[in-house]
């Protein structure tokens, strides 16, 4: 009997032949930007090449069918109604217009993971300076993820928020966030996350998960295009967020002196936008959604738990990889080599890598000593054969440093 759960092998060989990078690179960093789909691809030129033809501004409305598609497939990946999305430039962008458009004050506290990303903490820090609000950081477990019962005992009138990465871009930890959004929703406080590295490896569902928001990027693991991204926002909290920036999108001039901001999501837009990206971002989404995010992460996690077993196999490296679930990304050190010089001794070899260097997540490297890294990030269209010949070309790499 066919397992519905799992693809088969005719099905993945379908896959990687709608994916034409798997017959140029054997591309093992999809945590930082997958190898799209031939129709995300598709969508992108041929809106690129109708701009060239009738006029960007005309092609845009041309599109319009295409972008409320791409805010439906948006909405039902994350079991939430359109109004709740805006489309983003990147995750970054995404998360900044949700945290900077709460007004933090001098006794507020800002609850944050240790795994939080830097692009996150900065922004925590320099609202802190502006503010006078702390941050307080969340402990963790001895397996790694965010420590629930811990972020219980901090909780008190004064906090403002809670911040949490998901997945964080240091190892293949999984923070318990539905655990996290029952103690927010306990204390009715605004609860951020950071699903930048989750989005298109696993479900999703906001009404699960309990956050308020929710921020992603499109060229992860949904193999979107680069310069997309979207924010989900609670409807029952859009209109007490203001966002940090406006413009002719996000509000309407109404008077010399007035103006009135968007009443749904789309208040955390801007008017110009990649508008071919966010067509293609909609392919994209639809694409995991017509696979399933559940079939997807079942791959990932099968996929990625052969890789640090076999990596764990290869002599003077490490493995270090946190949590008690884990998904498609594996970090490694070696004693022969730094990370830099294995990315770049594997691209060579058209293998690619990624490296995470202890600044990008300073307090959990430096809680856990980390040195720089190597990250192998799988994806559903990875193969088996793909791990060994990995495995191969890094002996061979330290083979040859030996």
């Known amino acids: 009997m066919i397992d519905p759960s799992r693809l088969s092998e005719s099905e993945i060989a379908n896959l990687r032949a709608d994916t034409p990078g798997t017959g140029h690179v054997l591309h093992f960093n999809n945590a930082g930007a997958a190898l799209p789909p031939k129709a995300v691809v598709d969508a992108q030129v041929r809106h690129i090449r109708r701009e060239s033809e009738i006029g960007g501004y005309e092609a845009k409305d041309e599109a319009e069918g295409q972008l409320q598609h791409t805010y439906r497939a948006i909405a039902t990946m994350l079991d939430c109604e359109t109004d709740e999305i805006a489309?983003?430039?990147?995750?970054?962008?995404?998360?900044?217009?949700?945290?900077?458009?709460?007004?933090?004050?001098?006794?507020?506290?800002i609850l944050i993971s240790r795994s939080a990303y830097a692009s996150n903490y900065i922004a925590a820090l320099q609202i802190a300076e502006q503010s006078g609000a702390t941050i307080d950081?969340?402990?963790?477990?001895?397996?790694?993820?965010v420590d629930v019962e811990g972020l219980e005992a901090m909780m008190?009138?004064?906090?403002?928020?809670?911040?949490?990465?998901?997945?964080?871009?240091?190892?293949?930890?999984?923070?318990?966030a539905a655990e996290v959004g029952a103690v927010a929703r306990r204390w009715e406080v605004p609860y951020l996350l950071d699903a930048c590295q989750s989005a298109g490896q696993m479900p999703l569902d906001v009404n699960h998960i309990g956050c308020t928001m929710l921020s992603a990027t499109g060229r992860k693991y949904l193999r979107g295009p680069r310069g997309t991204g979207f924010l989900y926002v609670d409807d029952a909290w859009i209109e007490r967020i203001t966002p940090p920036l406006l413009d002719l999108h996000a509000a309407t001039w109404t008077g010399p002196d007035s103006?009135?901001?968007?009443?749904?999501?789309?208040?955390?837009?801007?008017?110009?936008?990649?508008?071919?990206?966010?067509?293609?971002?909609?392919v994209a989404v639809q694409y995991a959604l017509d696979l399933g995010l559940e079939v997807i992460y079942t791959r990932l996690q099968e996929l990625s738990s052969s890789l640090r077993r076999r990596l764990s196999e290869v002599d003077g490296v490490t493995v270090h990889d946190a949590g008690v679930e884990r998904c498609g990304i594996t970090t490694f050190s070696s004693e022969q080599l730094d990370a830099e010089t294995i990315k770049a001794q594997l691209r060579a070899r058209d293998v690619n890598v990624s490296v995470s260097s202890s600044p990008s997540t300073l307090l959990d490297a430096t809680a856990r000593n980390l040195p720089t890294l190597v990250r192998a990030s799988v994806h559903y269209y990875n193969t088996y054969d793909e791990i060994d010949a990995f495995i191969d070309h890094l002996h061979a790499i330290l083979r040859d440093r030996s």
Do not use: C, K
């Open 137 to 145: 950081v969340i402990p963790s477990t001895e397996s790694g993820s």
């Open 87 to 109: 489309l983003m430039q990147n995750a970054t962008r995404a998360w900044d217009m949700a945290f900077y458009g709460f007004p933090f004050e001098a006794d507020d506290r």
């Open 156 to 176: 008190d009138e004064r906090v403002a928020m809670i911040a949490l990465t998901h997945v964080p871009t240091n190892g293949g930890l999984v923070n318990p």
């Open 259 to 282: 103006y009135e901001i968007r009443p749904d999501a789309t208040r955390f837009e801007t008017f110009e936008t990649y508008v071919g990206g966010m067509v293609g971002l909609g």
